[in-house]
C-alpha cells in the first residue's frame, strides 16, 4: 500500500509563479506566443567575470567539497560588499554562503524558533515564508501592508505584535518588498531597531532586492546599533547579477550565528559547489559596472510598465519604489469580469486569446493581503512589456470570453465583489 504523507508535506504547495511558468512553457510548446511577466528572473546573461571566473574553475578542477560555511574568497568578498554597498563593518567572520537566499528562510527558522513561537510576516508575503515557518511548528502572525502607506512596514503592527503575542519570537522583514516594490526607510528600520533592541527576538532581512531601488536608497536593518546580534540579513546573485540558474546567495549576521547556520547548513546541503562560488566571488569584485548598467535598464523598464498599466481606465498603478515588480490593483476589473485576481491572471494567459497571451500573478498568490492584484515581473525587453500592456488593455473587455472562462474554471469565480476601498486599519 502507498505510505502517507506528513501532515506538514501533505499541507505544503508549491510556490505559484512556478506553476505559472510551467503552463506558459506548455503554451508556447503548443504554439501560442506567451509574454512571461510571472517569474521574477531577470532577462539579462549572467555578468562577464562571474562567466569568466566560473568557466576557469571548471578548467582548474574547482569541483570538490569546500567548508559548509563557504570559500574564504567569496565570503570576504561579500563582507566587503555589504560593507560598501550599506555601510556595515563586517569581516568574512560574519558571512555564509547558500543556494541562494531563499534556503535561509528555512536555516533562520531552524536557529532560532521553537514550536509555538509567535513570528510576525507582513502580507502580501513571498510564498515560501509561511512553509518554513510551518516547518518549526512556529506561527505566524500576519500584518496587513497598505498601498497608501507605499507597503512600508507598519510600526504599529510591529508593536502590537511584541505586546500582544504569547511568545513573539522573530519577524520576517522583506525590504524591498517582493511583490509590492515597497521599501522600509531609515527612519522605520531605526524605529523597528529602538522597539526590539535587548528582546530575545531575532529578525530576518530578505534582501535580494538592495540593488534595485528607485526611490532613496535601500537601508539594511544590520546597520542599525545592536542588530547585527538580532538579525540575519539574506542576499542573492540572482537579480543584481543575472545568476538565478547558479543558485548562489549569502547571508551576514553575528559570527556565532553564522558558526550556528553553518552547520545546519552542513546537514542539509554539504556545501555550494566551489565552482559556483568563485563565479560569484568575481562578480562581487569586477562586476558592479554590469551591474549598475543592468539596474538602469530595469528601472526603464519598470517605469514603462507602471506608466503603461496607469493609462489603462479601472486599473489604479502607481510606480514602485523598487524591485522589478509592478503591482497593480485591478479590482474593479476583476468585480466586472466575475474572476479573482489569480482568475484573472489565467484568463490573461489561457483565456483572453487563442494565439497570444500575458503570463501573470494574482496578489493572492501572495496572501489575502494581495487579493485583487496584480504581480507583473519585468523579465521581458521594454518593447515586449508595451505589447503586453496593449494586449492587456484588448483582453479585459472581452467580456464574452471572461465569462466562459469563468464557466469553465468555477475555481476562479469571484464569490463576491472586492471591496473598493481598504480599510486604513
Known sequence: MPVSFSEFAGGVGAETAFSVLAAAKRLK????RVIELEIGDSPFPSTRAAKQAGTAAIAADQSHYCPSIGLPELREAAANYVNREHGLNVTAANVVVGPGAKI???????????P????LVFSPYFPTYLPNIARRSARARLADLRSSDHFRPRLDEIARFLSEDP???????NSPHNPTGGVATEEDLKAIADMIRGRDVAVLCDEPYDQMVWQGRHHTLLAQPGMLEQCVA???FSKSYSMSGWRLGFAVADARVIERMATLLNTTISCVPPIVQLAGAAALSADNAECDANMERFRGQVMALADGLAAI?????????ATFYVFPDVRAICNRLGLTSHGLAMFLLEGADDEMGVACLGGECFGGAGAGFLRFSCAEPADVILEAV??????????????????????????????MTIAES
Open 390 to 419: 496593449a494586449f492587456l488593455k484588448t483582453a479585459i473587455q472581452r467580456e464574452d470570453r471572461a465569462q466562459a472562462f469563468a464557466k469553465a474554471r468555477p475555481e476562479f469565480q469571484l464569490d463576491r465583489p472586492y471591496p
Open 116 to 119: 509555538g513561537d509567535g513570528v
Open 29 to 32: 510548446a503548443q504554439g501560442k
Open 167 to 173: 511568545h513573539p519570537r522573530a519577524i520576517f522583514l
Open 104 to 114: 535561509f528562510e528555512q536555516i533562520f527558522c531552524e536557529t532560532f524558533l521553537n
Open 313 to 321: 481606465p479601472e486599473i489604479r498603478c502607481t510606480p514602485p519604489d
Open 234 to 236: 539574506a542576499y542573492t
